[in-house]
């Protein structure tokens, strides 16, 4: 079998550029679309949610393909439809062409992005895989601090067009023999007796399941939102452009700075327990910049509690499946579990841009995600409840 340092090495390059080029360069990206094309923000953002509805849309299916044949294939096809979704963004003309090439990239989404890797080392990895996912979450984390400041020179070198060209190049020249190189894995073995896990239709059936799903998909819901409109966000609140940039890009280091936290401290500790913690700090963060405005200390630390939420909550996403319903069945549970996820994803930047459009747009939509946040901590207290304690050997 691979070495786990070759897989998660692999798996850490395209990380970083799959969720750069996928999903950190839109926001970037998406006032030189919008007035390229001519289409109003409703219109340019609904393509991108549209993407991510589609990539949760197909987070089950692909999670069983990964399941019956390992990352291999699934994520290397992964790579080559992010070049197709991506060049054809970087030359479509109207409407029609630029949701068809957003429905390509949310696809490539789906067979690429943590997901898919988390499947991938599950499949590979027998044991250590959560200390494994820990390790590509932590490299995955310079994600947005690398591709924010890149998108944005790009940007003003060559354009919108060229850069998602460039960037699907690097998929096709760099990702997919990345993907290629990965080891097929240890075939999926149903286990008998006392060590099975669960099957996808014995977990669907468990209350805990929907009410974890829906605490993912509330939380989800938030970051996507912020990811998008955060910059304009932090603009809103008196912030010139160039002090926004410089504050969002501190958010990466501080996800790094959870990762390495949970590794060091948490790695022993149940992952159901990080949790109550993780799903603690969004809240917290949106109550210091909903307090604090725009002045310096609040916004400081709101993007280190937030980064540090979102950089613990990718492990948790990995990490709370298999602890919950066992390794048979990963690949299908997780992405049944991170469909709604990913369905609130597309939400997210649909609502911001609906609330920022007021003129009281920022405080509506602090407000907003703030109970967002507090539902979604609530319910996976709910989830994890002693008396939602899941028996790893169903009947």
Excluded at 126 to 139: I, K
Excluded at 202 to 220: C, D, G, K, S
Excluded at 249 to 277: D, S, Y
Excluded at 312 to 332: K, M
Aim: charged fraction near 10%; hydrophobic fraction near 55%.
């Amino acid at each position: 079998m691979r070495r786990p340092s070759t897989t998660v090495g692999i798996l850490a390059v395209t990380q970083i550029v799959s969720w750069g080029s996928l999903y950190y360069a839109f926001t970037i990206l998406a006032p030189d679309i919008r007035r390229d094309l001519g289409l109003a923000p409703e219109v340019v953002f609904g393509a991108f949610s549209w993407a991510l509805l589609v990539a949760g849309l197909a987070a089950a299916p692909v999670g069983i393909l990964l399941d019956r044949h390992g990352g291999r294939a699934i994520m290397a096809g992964g790579s080559f439809l992010c070049f197709l979704g991506l060049a054809w963004l970087g030359r479509c003309t109207g409407v029609v062409s630029y949701y068809a090439a957003w429905t390509l990239v949310g696809l490539a989404m789906a067979l690429t992005l943590y997901e898919a890797a988390f499947a991938t080392i599950q499949r590979q990895l027998d044991s250590g895989a959560r200390q494994a996912m820990s390790t590509l979450t932590l490299f995955g984390g310079f994600a947005s601090t690398l591709f924010w400041p890149l998108t944005a020179w790009l940007q003003a070198a060559h354009g919108w067009r060229d850069t998602y060209l460039l960037y699907g190049i690097v998929q096709l020249a760099v990702c997919m023999p990345l993907h290629l190189g990965l080891g097929a894995g240890a075939p999926a073995v149903t286990r008998v007796g006392p060590a099975r896990g669960h099957t996808l239709a014995e977990a669907v059936r468990h209350p805990a399941f929907w009410t974890l799903a829906l605490a993912f998909a509330a939380n989800t819901c938030v970051f996507s939102a912020l990811a998008v409109h955060l910059i304009p966000l932090f603009e809103r609140l008196g912030l010139a452009r160039e002090t926004a940039v410089l504050l969002a890009a501190l958010i990466g280091p501080m996800q790094v700075a959870g990762r390495v936290g949970e590794m060091a401290f948490a790695r022993h500790t149940a992952p159901q327990t990080v949790g109550k913690v993780t799903f603690a700090l969004l809240p917290a963060a949106l109550a210091v910049i909903a307090l604090g405005g725009a002045q310096a200390w609040a916004v400081a630390a709101f993007c280190v509690l937030y980064g540090m939420s979102n950089g613990i909550l990718t492990i948790l996403r990995g990490s709370l499946p298999r602890a919950l319903f066992g390794r048979d069945h990963y690949g299908a549970i997780a992405g049944a579990m991170a469909g709604p996820a990913l369905l609130s994803k597309a939400a997210g930047p649909l609502i911001a841009a609906a609330l920022l459009g007021r003129a009281d747009g920022p405080a509506l939509l602090l407000a907003a995600l703030l109970a967002m946040s507090l539902a979604s901590l609530a319910f996976y207290l709910r989830a994890v409840a002693p008396d939602k304690t899941f028996d790893k050997r169903p009947a």
